[in-house]
């Protein structure tokens, strides 16, 4: 199924990103591998856990630990020659979140809760495995930080919800909520649009 | 029910928390609002999970992230302008407090538990939304390093076990037992009490 | 019975390292108590909350947060007279690991799950506590960065699991796991071996 795929695909994704961002902090090739693992598997993981959803899904199918694994090995090798293709990553990676975040909406939705928790376990789904990534490097998640990651992330599954209560065609509405994700990245990385940041100021304006 | 009332009121002044948390960290509006989330509802949501309690107690219930949303906003806004309030904010987290250590001890006194695990529980409901935020802001958890915080939680749980099983008045020993966090708190913060800190020394004083 | 014991001394063991770990970090005494409960107890409730195993291993059995109470306040008392006895600490650490990821393997293999989750569950088991320890001190993990220490875990939970598949008897295959992780543990101490470490090169070498 195509839907399967691209959860390999993004899967994958992910995990290189987790080698990555464990290559600025001078792991060892075991810790790499557990980055690439929670970065890969993460957030899918806490969604099951909060659903308490048994076994979780990388319980009965191990594929995504072997994927994981194969992608952590071919990327350490990869940067000994190469510099990884930031480009090419960053799309891979829209395309990835966009497919945990369509995945995790669907698995969130068949256990009858509100709308609204049905769009953060979806979120969730996409997000969550960077923040426990980067909180791992401990740094501050980048995703609370900057890009229109997280924003992306719940358009994409208020689309995926809505459309879908509305009783829209099932492939249809996946390919709709996956473009939303998938194109609000794109836009967000090419022209480099940020959410406002906020500040707190210790020392008052006015009053 | 006015206990309802007060758990509004600490999921509100906790998210604020967060709010304020975050604003020292320069992230976008939308990692803001993730922060003051974890915050108010970190401590319940772990308490379920590890209590295997499904659905977890904001998922049929999203009142309370409408609560921490609006909270958000409205300090965000707020704090354009006018410096935080505090002193207020820190009365306001003993009633929060008080208010979570009491709900967690009664959701985990269902459970059939020894006396000691459901302290806790009730313990971890109220202090560890403060610990995820500052893990997510990279910093050491406030709580495990001042203040009589986990102390008074610890001490209001207890009294609620021990009222609990002496048979006492339901709402007598909900008023105790807040009492107790708040009296507590707020006596550390005008006397400036800590708990003495503990240091390793690298160096042995004898022997 | 044996293994009880091992695991009542493994228990302390990591509650030892979780106060010595904190008392860098000039933490007040409660939360030096938090930080050796996560280190003890983090592993094994992780696993048991992946397997939707309820109650808790330690919710119907106390002993361990008093083992850990105990372990705690002897170490602070200690360590204000005593340079801690690092030696002797590293091989009470390898001997606790040994036997969380036996009773790692232990549990997780009772869940009829694929043999490579239950070697990843038993890893997890021995290894989690000390990273969440970490991760309260605002560290990068520490198993992440050196030491055979992961490694030593995957190893004696694949020698578990490929011997129980080949229905060897009980105590043999605990007593051979075991072996296992404290030998290959002695061995990196001693002769000061360490994984590869993993570093992103920025610029490329060639192409």
Redesign the interface.
């Known amino acids: 199924m195509f839907i399967h795929l691209l959860d390999i695909l993004g899967t994958a994704v992910f995990a290189v990103s987790g080698?990555?961002a464990?290559?600025?902090?001078?792991?060892?090739?075991?810790?790499?591998v557990?980055?690439a693992a929670v970065t890969a598997i993460g957030g899918g993981?806490l969604r099951d856990?909060?659903?308490?959803r048994?076994?979780?899904f990388?319980?009965?199918d191990?594929t995504y630990?072997y994927v994981i694994l194969i992608a952590s090995v071919a990327t350490?090798l990869y940067?000994?020659?190469?510099?990884?293709p930031h480009r090419l990553l960053l799309l891979a990676d829209a395309v990835g979140l966009a497919t945990f975040v369509v995945l995790g909406a669907n698995a969130a939705s068949m256990?009858a809760?509100?709308f609204?928790?049905v769009i953060?376990l979806a979120v969730m789904t996409g997000v969550v495995g960077g923040?426990i990534r980067d909180?791992?490097?401990?740094?501050?998640?980048l995703?609370?930080?900057?890009d229109i990651y997280?924003?992306a992330a719940?358009a994409g599954a208020s689309v995926y919800v809505v459309l879908k209560m509305a009783s829209w065609d099932n492939t249809l509405v996946t390919l709709l909520a996956m473009s939303t994700v998938i194109i609000l990245r794109l836009a967000a990385i090419f022209w480099h649009l940020?959410?406002?940041?906020?500040?707190?100021?210790?020392?008052?304006?006015?009053?």
Chains 1, 2, 3 share one sequence.
């Open positions: 080698v990555l464990a290559g600025r902090k001078r792991m060892d090739i075991s810790g790499v557990v980055i993981t856990v909060l659903l308490g048994h076994p979780i990388w319980f009965h191990p630990l350490m940067t000994r020659y190469f510099r990884p256990a809760l509100p609204v928790i953060l923040v909180v791992l490097c401990a740094e501050i998640p995703v609370l930080q900057k997280m924003l719940l940020h959410l406002p940041r906020y500040q707190v100021r210790e020392t008052p304006l006015k009053g």
